[in-house]
């Protein structure tokens, strides 16, 4: 699912674009925000990090 907009580099034509697209579109911009919201909490919780940096130690280790 969706949970992020698209803009190109060092074009601004382009992000007003999609800010203008989410203002005229309310519900889309609300689920899209809904989608990103669950999508940190579920992937970026301080046990998911936690997790991750033990594991990168655990391969640094493994490496030395």
Same mark, same amino acid.
């Given at each position: 699912?969706? %949970?992020?907009?698209?803009? /190109?580099?060092?074009?601004?034509?382009?992000?007003?674009?999609?800010?203008?697209?989410?203002?005229? %579109?309310? /519900?889309?911009?609300?689920?899209?925000?809904?989608?990103?919201?669950?999508?940190?909490?579920?992937?970026? $919780? $301080?046990?998911?990090?936690?997790?991750?940096?033990?594991?990168?130690?655990?391969?640094?280790?493994?490496?030395?």
């Amino acid at each position: 699912k969706e %949970n992020l907009i698209f803009v /190109k580099p060092q074009d601004n034509i382009n992000l007003r674009n999609k800010i203008e697209y989410l203002l005229r %579109n309310r /519900k889309y911009a609300l689920k899209l925000g809904q989608r990103a919201s669950k999508f940190v909490k579920n992937n970026y $919780t $301080t046990n998911h990090l936690a997790k991750n940096l033990a594991k990168l130690i655990h391969q640094f280790e493994s490496n030395v």
